[in-house]
């Protein structure tokens, strides 16, 4: 175990994702202003210091020129950042069109939009023409750089189509592909015109992870179902050939969050909260701006619970932060406006001349200090501290690491989390958490309502419960597994040749 352990801790690790976990910002003609930014995946793999990593991805800005590729190579190289260059157009097509307008909420059980739906529009068939470009275009890269004994991981819904470009170029290349988002029933995955295509170029990879069980049996059975392939229980087996799936978890970088709590900044951050919010018990929900996170039928059962619960009107208050997300896309538009609308009339409905029983703060993450619209880190870990109750009620969600940091956070105060049960979260903290179905107002608002009066003893277990499985499933060893599992898949594939 010593010597696998070592093994995997001098290897390279190329990941490859859509987004680097640098923001850039364009400061003159070659100069570039960089910044961590601090999201799901992100902070996942932050944590995966052990492997001499390396990052390949867009960093979300449109560079035409090519000075401005190249200073921008050389900042991003010093964060190990390797950048791949996507054009207007492609970012619309790829990443605006087929990425977010019909994988997205596909994978969420949102459905086709209605004009993609036949396969023979032209929109469709010009969005997936330019997915599988953009997903050459990473694969150009990442060859460029590949070094023999690399193993790569690429991440996300954003390059299905990856593994098998890595393939064709080199197929000894050891290839891993993750989802952070569901893998739906594979009822959901038929209806997609290219379905068949992408579930075969996934398989190219050696290995196949999902944060749940479940999600890694929708795919196995699509595999079976669509392509009528054969599906063991370690995989999906095509001509001899064994794509392991299987399930990996992912958790977070917990002692960042445990540590924080100990600085004067977070410390000074809570004790304004405090004061600000004394009295009242606090609510809380962390979303980006996605219909997936089900915000609206949020705040609809915080009304709820306000309507039938006079008593808590002047006792309770909700912050809900929205980290606004593809702003572009107009689905997203329409819901930013649906969001304020209702929060307008609730807090209409109960505000007082001085108070208002929703704080719903519009707030890009990743921060900076000079960005007073932005909430930064410490900020964050403050609010998830002075928190009595949180609110995680996606209609459908990957896993939600909000879930998690929230539980890291609240070492002292213990308190509840409200969680849906259709995030992979409630299969690894349903014990702990209250779980709800977030399309039933009426359940959410009675959860509330339990939470909110819960027994210290009760919430003291329920705490105890998930605070052991965050700290312990962390963001490292999630990450050391997959790719240890991925080492052992080649070695498992040669075996199997010689035999
Ligand atoms: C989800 C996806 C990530 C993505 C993130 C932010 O968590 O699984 O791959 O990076 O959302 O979305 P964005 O479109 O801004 O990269």
Redesign the pocket.
Known sequence: CDKQDARVRKQRLLVV???LPVSATRKSEDSWALEISV???VSALLGINEFEARWIGWAGVNVPDEIGQRSLTKALAEKRCIPVFLDEETVHQYYNGYC?NILWPLFHYLGLPQEDRLATTRSFQSQFASYKNANQMFADVVNEHYKEGDVVWCH?YHLMFLPRCLKEYNSKMKVGWFL??PFPSSEIHRTLPSRSELLRSVLAADLVGFHTYDYARHFVSACTRILGLEGTPDGVEDQGKLTRVAAFPIGIDSDRFVRALELPQVKDHMKELKERFAGRMVMLGVD?LDMIKGIPQKILAFEKFLEENPIWRDKVVLVQIAVP??TDVPEYQKLSSQVHEIVGRINGRFGSLTTVPIHHLVRSRPSTLTDDRSLDFHALCALYAVTDVALVTSLRD?MNLVSYEFVACQASKKGVLILSEFAGAAQSLGAGAILVNPWNVTEVAASIGYALTMPADEREKRHRHNFTHVTTHTSQEWAETFVSELNDTVVEAQLRTRQ
């Open positions: 994702a859509n987004r999201g799901g995946l977010n996300d952070h988002t980006r997300t593809r990957g």
